[in-house]
């Protein structure tokens, strides 16, 4: 009878898997996953980003797993405010946290930017997505710039003013300026040199702020191009022959961002380069301190060129700086912040037999390329939104 019984205890232990080949081994750990999230700045002091970590199942342990940033385009303390060791616990039978990351909020125009919230050191769970990416996602309009630097004295011994642009907006002037819009095709795809921007009139490339007109290259797509910018031109509206021309701006920076001010006959006799052009200011902006000036001329199909060149002190995006010309008869000088820094004289010119051309009326051209021949492409280093903003444009006679 004991032996039966002894029998039937064991039977009835293995039956019930306490032991016999039984498992007590615990189940799979459930796993834990961050989510990408994505929310508007927005304009207060400011703004809560919540980002959500899920359990995979419920857990009748306490799980826990620690948080933290790491900067991609954003930067911490600058745009948002980073957490440091920082712990996350899901009570038993929870299986959805929030993190909740405070963004430093501000009216400034900027591009999207983005910061990783990364998992570590889980217990009593696994890591399955421990990676998120939180975009902070532009919605203002302001850009942040002061008004210092160099101002042009407002008026010359032996000249009068005959002409400003102020900028001060809302518009631009229609009576003196007009866009030029597309990417040049079919005549000059490109410009001539290869450009890789679409020109528009969108107000998100040329806009007013603060008494100052700002051309804004952006890197959207648009119209087959993966960037835009503007281009206004005063052709037929207001032409110029002879004077001093005073140009006041803060140039933007980057590998392949090409600033312009420059003028071209308004009734031209010949074709390019033989009507002539004259380039009061470029900049290439992996050279930030260099400003150009050049006559484009002679009998084609190249030009001939005769230029000059000043590097300031410091980047030319730092501040503004005047760009100016004095023009007469068969001679320009080019002048930074008032300092001459080169003289062409047609006496000077090999001309290859053409006419000297920069004795006729010309008009302005203001315009922000992205790419071409000169400044090369744009690289990983280059930020967008890039803006050129111009504070006056003075003519005296």
Same mark, same amino acid.
């Given at each position: 009878?004991?032996?039966?019984?002894?029998?039937?205890?064991? #039977?009835?232990?293995?039956?019930?898997?306490?032991?016999?080949?039984?498992? %007590? $081994?615990?189940?799979?750990?459930?796993?834990?996953?961050?989510?990408?999230?994505?929310?508007?700045?927005?304009?207060?002091?400011?703004?809560?980003?919540?980002?959500?970590?899920?359990?995979?199942?419920?857990?009748?342990?306490?799980?826990?797993?620690?948080?933290?940033?790491?900067?991609?385009?954003?930067?911490?303390?600058? %745009?948002?405010?980073?957490?440091?060791?920082?712990? /996350?616990?899901?009570?038993?039978?929870?299986?959805?946290?929030?993190?909740?990351?405070?963004? &430093?909020?501000?009216?400034?125009?900027?591009?999207?930017?983005?910061?990783?919230?990364? &998992?570590?050191?889980?217990?009593?769970?696994?890591?399955?997505?421990?990676?998120?990416?939180?975009? @902070?996602?532009?919605?203002?309009?302001?850009?942040?710039?002061? *008004?210092?630097?160099?101002?042009?004295?407002?008026?010359?011994?032996?000249?009068?003013?005959?002409?400003?642009?102020?900028?001060?907006?809302?518009?631009?002037?229609?009576?003196?300026?007009?866009?030029?819009?597309?990417? +040049?095709?079919? *005549?000059?795809?490109?410009?001539?040199?290869?450009?890789?921007?679409?020109?528009?009139?969108?107000?998100?490339? /040329?806009?007013?702020?603060?008494?100052? !007109?700002?051309?804004?290259?952006?890197?959207?797509?648009? +119209?087959?191009?993966?960037?835009?910018?503007?281009?206004?031109?005063?052709?037929?509206?207001?032409?110029?022959?002879?004077?001093? @021309? %005073?140009?006041?701006?803060?140039?933007?920076?980057?590998?392949?961002?090409?600033?312009?001010?420059? !003028?071209?006959?308004?009734?031209?006799?010949?074709?390019?380069?033989?009507?002539?052009?004259?380039?009061? !200011?470029?900049?290439?902006?992996? #050279?930030?301190?260099?400003?150009?000036?050049?006559?484009?001329?002679?009998?084609?199909?190249?030009?001939?060129?005769?230029?000059?060149?000043? $590097?300031?002190?410091?980047?030319?995006?730092?501040?503004?700086?005047?760009?100016?010309?004095?023009?007469?008869?068969?001679?320009?000088?080019?002048? &930074?912040?008032?300092?001459?820094?080169?003289?062409?004289?047609?006496?000077?010119?090999?001309? +290859?037999?053409?006419?000297?051309?920069?004795?006729?009326?010309?008009?302005?051209?203001?315009?922000?390329?992205?790419?071409?021949?000169?400044?090369?492409?744009?690289?990983?280093? $280059?930020?967008?939104?890039?803006?050129?903003?111009?504070?006056? /444009?003075?003519?005296?006679?």
């Amino acid at each position: 009878m004991k032996h039966i019984l002894l029998a039937l205890i064991v #039977l009835t232990s293995i039956a019930c898997g306490k032991g016999g080949g039984g498992d %007590d $081994t615990p189940g799979p750990r459930p796993s834990l996953s961050i989510e990408n999230f994505n929310l508007f700045e927005g304009t207060g002091t400011t703004t809560a980003f919540n980002v959500i970590v899920r359990l995979s199942v419920t857990s009748s342990e306490t799980v826990t797993v620690n948080y933290s940033t790491a900067d991609v385009t954003a930067k911490a303390t600058e %745009d948002y405010t980073a957490p440091s060791n920082q712990t /996350l616990t899901f009570a038993p039978n929870e299986t959805r946290k929030t993190i909740t990351i405070s963004i &430093l909020a501000d009216d400034l125009r900027e591009s999207d930017e983005e910061f990783k919230v990364i &998992l570590s050191n889980p217990v009593n769970a696994t890591i399955s997505a421990g990676t998120a990416v939180v975009a @902070i996602r532009n919605d203002d309009t302001r850009i942040g710039f002061t *008004n210092t630097g160099y101002d042009a004295p407002t008026s010359y011994a032996g000249y009068t003013r005959v002409w400003t642009d102020d900028f001060n907006g809302p518009v631009l002037d229609p009576t003196s300026w007009a866009h030029q819009n597309g990417d +040049g095709c079919p *005549n000059i795809c490109g410009w001539g040199n290869n450009e890789l921007e679409w020109y528009t009139n969108r107000a998100e490339n /040329l806009f007013f702020q603060d008494g100052c !007109m700002i051309i804004a290259a952006l890197n959207d797509g648009y +119209g087959g191009k993966a960037y835009t910018s503007s281009k206004i031109l005063s052709q037929n509206l207001k032409s110029f022959k002879f004077g001093r @021309i %005073d140009f006041r701006a803060r140039l933007p920076i980057g590998k392949g961002i090409w600033p312009a001010f420059w !003028m071209l006959p308004n009734s031209p006799s010949f074709g390019w380069p033989k009507s002539g052009e004259i380039d009061i !200011m470029e900049n290439i902006g992996h #050279l930030p301190k260099v400003t150009y000036g050049t006559l484009h001329y002679g009998p084609g199909p190249g030009s001939t060129q005769s230029n000059g060149s000043r $590097t300031n002190s410091t980047n030319l995006s730092d501040e503004f700086h005047v760009y100016s010309i004095e023009w007469k008869e068969d001679q320009i000088k080019w002048f &930074l912040d008032g300092q001459e820094f080169y003289t062409a004289n047609k006496s000077d010119m090999n001309l +290859g037999g053409t006419e000297y051309p920069f004795n006729s009326e010309f008009f302005f051209i203001i315009n922000l390329a992205v790419g071409g021949n000169w400044p090369g492409s744009p690289d990983a280093s $280059t930020v967008f939104p890039q803006f050129y903003i111009i504070d006056y /444009l003075r003519v005296y006679q």
